[in-house]
């Protein structure tokens, strides 16, 4: 992206009454204003660099994804949010409780314990105001926002890359910029269409969720816990304090248990689930679901390839996983700001450069999803549950685990080799069980 290239660009869009011309350039076009999205572009606007953001809905709107990690507030705060985030009402969170179903085993990480994390405090928020907290901020610090409008396909092909958008009034134009960023979460414009995304063979999973009245939250240290119950079947579930009082309540099964159903609604399938689960007994009688219930299927996949010469892709665009760890929105931040570092390191400099920029890119979104497909994988194995169950048994081992729970992904040396030790125990139970069977 030599700044010779940089230049104007003309974006012609076709109207039913004839055709409108607008004048624009942009440097970098990222599609999708979700958290990796408005994160990259809130940066890169912060530098100085002429941004565009094309949403296909109008915020705020809903979206899965409430609890966040501790290591999110530094990458927050790169976009130029401060400790208040604009008075957003959160649920501080200091831990996770993970429960077996029937709630007689339980074991607490608190993040206050975890190595290398100096901010403890996370948050649950409600998407649809944190999102477009983020998106708004992005557009404070410069950077040109379209909302209801969609992308339709990409052409990175030519000499500058360009994007056909569909506005909200119905007309469509390309846009034509130096790089594009696609950050269009699961709809994947980009690797759908370049057939870059392999789905997780080991993570063949659905999820079931919605918001309820009526569930009390916990108090005390623990009272803004996100609470993962662990069901026999080997599947789980969420219970998360919302800000406005409500919980998020969420199931995830492997697909042999329960795929999506084309006879039986959301709401009527969640309602049975909700119905056999024992740590709801106390207040079965003031339950009560607001709003509709959703399904999402098949959510873990890996990208062959987040980078070209002129795009790049970022957040659930490229690669997600199960969402066990609440590692979703600390991934897209994560991302964003990678992704905003690749650009304003190439953006003015030669070829190389800028190819070495995209490559350390690159691998910094690989060994991520590497780091936590590793914890996910962890998760689904009896054995490291059952350990996770006597977190007394092994003190320093449970420190290490919040640290990686926390979002810190470049743990330290005590953290590593701790973890280490877990898995080797997993494995050794492992060994065991299979020769004594
Ligand atoms: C069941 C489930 C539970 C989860 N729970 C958690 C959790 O507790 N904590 C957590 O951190 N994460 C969680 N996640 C993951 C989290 O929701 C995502 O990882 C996170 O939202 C990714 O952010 P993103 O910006 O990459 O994508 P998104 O947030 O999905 O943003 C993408 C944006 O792109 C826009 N877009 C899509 N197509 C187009 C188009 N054609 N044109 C223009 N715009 C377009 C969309 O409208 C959207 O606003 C969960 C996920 C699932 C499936």
Redesign the pocket.
């Known amino acids: 992206m030599d700044s010779a290239l940089t230049k104007t660009v003309s974006c012609e869009a076709e109207t039913s009454s004839g055709h409108v011309q607008a004048e624009a350039h942009f440097e970098a076009i990222i ?7 408005a994160s990259c572009a809130a940066i890169l606007a912060r530098a100085g660099r002429r941004v565009l953001v ?4 109008r915020f705020p709107r809903f ?6 990690l501790p290591l999110a507030n530094p990458l927050l705060r790169r976009t130029g949010l401060d400790a208040r985030m604009g008075g957003l009402g959160v649920v501080e969170k200091f831990g996770a409780t993970f429960l077996s179903e029937c709630g007689r085993d339980s074991a607490r990480i608190d993040f206050a314990e975890a190595f290398d994390v100096s901010d403890p405090r996370a948050m649950h928020v409600l998407r649809e105001d944190f999102d477009t907290l983020l998106l708004d901020n992005a557009q404070e610090q410069g950077a040109e926002v379209w909302q209801e ?3 339709l396909t990409v052409d990175c092909e030519a000499f500058l890359p360009r994007v056909r958008v569909r506005l909200e009034t119905g007309a469509e134009l390309w846009v034509e910029g130096d790089f594009v960023l696609d ?5 994947g ?1 980009l690797a759908r269409q370049k057939n870059l995304r392999v789905a997780d063979p080991e993570l063949r999973k659905t ?1 079931l ?1 919605a918001h309820f009245r009526g569930v009390p939250h916990l108090r005390g240290r623990n009272r803004g816990d996100i609470q993962v119950f662990c069901r026999e079947s080997g599947g789980w579930g969420w219970l ?1 304090p919302l800000p406005d009082g409500r919980m998020s309540i ?1 199931f995830v099964f492997d697909n042999k248990e329960q795929s999506k159903s084309k006879t039986e609604s959301a709401e009527v399938c969640l309602d049975r689930w909700i119905a056999g689960l024992a740590l709801l007994d106390d207040c079965r009688s003031s339950l009560r679901r607001e709003g509709r219930a959703y399904w ?1 299927a098949d ?1 873990s996949y890996s990208t062959r390839a987040y980078t070209g010469s002129n795009w790049l892709l970022l ?3 490229a690669s ?1 996983l199960d ?1 066990v760890f ?7 931040l994560a991302a964003g700001a990678d992704a905003a570092d690749a650009l304003l390191a190439g953006l003015d400099a030669g070829a190389s450069r800028r190819r070495r920029a995209l490559k350390r890119f690159e691998r910094l979104q690989r060994r991520r999803y590497r780091f936590y497909r590793h914890l996910v994988l962890g998760f689904y194995r009896p054995a490291f549950r059952k350990l996770m169950f006597q977190p007394e048994a092994w003190p320093a081992g449970a420190r290490s685990l919040a640290s990686l729970l926390a979002g810190q992904e470049r743990p330290g040396w005590r953290a590593r080799w701790r973890v280490a030790m877990i898995f080797l125990t997993v494995f050794c139970m492992e060994r065991r069980g299979t020769r004594s069977a």
């Open positions: 599609l999708g204003g979700g958290p990796a999205g094309i949403e296909r809905d979206h899965v994804g409430e609890s966040l409008a969609s992308v950050a269009s979460g699961r709809s414009i999820a969720f998360i969420g999402e959510f957040g659930d665009a997600f969402p609440s590692s979703g929105v600390q991934i897209a």
